[in-house]
């Protein structure tokens, strides 16, 4: 079966949580570190995932208000927080997605239902859907 691929990009990592990350583009290279590790000029492996996070939703917005559900915000926010956790199965780890959304100016009930609504189009939540836990709230 052949998928039509919308968008790709690629990354090396080297040495792990604790080496070189790098796009073939080079656009984004950082030191990892883990998370136990202060002090150290780099950054953890879950930081590029939240930012990635972060921003699909705001992009997902414009695709509720071309279908006509409802007018899109001035300024859609998110704030994504994720983690690492032990897993349901008890079998190494687990991540755990908290997704925070504003919808400025928007009536609760309608930024609810756009803030759910739009949990199709947004790629990583679809992608990880019922393997990771991902909180959907209004802020």
């Known amino acids: 079966m052949s998928v039509k691929i919308l968008h790709c990009t690629e990354a090396t990592a080297t040495n ?13 290279d950082v030191t990892l570190a883990t998370p136990k590790e202060p002090g150290r000029a780099s950054v953890t492996a879950e930081q590029p995932f939240a930012v990635g996070h972060a921003t699909w939703f705001p992009s997902a917005t414009k695709s509720a208000s071309a279908k006509g559900k ?35 100016g928007l009536v609760a009930g309608t930024a609810e239902k756009m803030i759910h609504g739009d949990d199709v189009v947004y790629p990583c939540s679809h ?13």
Do not use: E
């Open 16 to 28: 792990g949580r604790v080496g070189q990350s790098v796009t073939t583009d080079g656009k984004n």
């Open 70 to 104: 409802v007018t899109r915000p001035a300024d859609p926010k998110a704030t994504a927080r994720r983690g690492i956790c032990p897993p349901k199965d008890g079998q190494g780890f687990g991540l755990d997605v908290d997704l925070k959304n504003s919808l400025p």
């Open 127 to 139: 992608a990880i859907k019922r393997r990771v836990d991902v909180k959907l709230t209004r802020f």
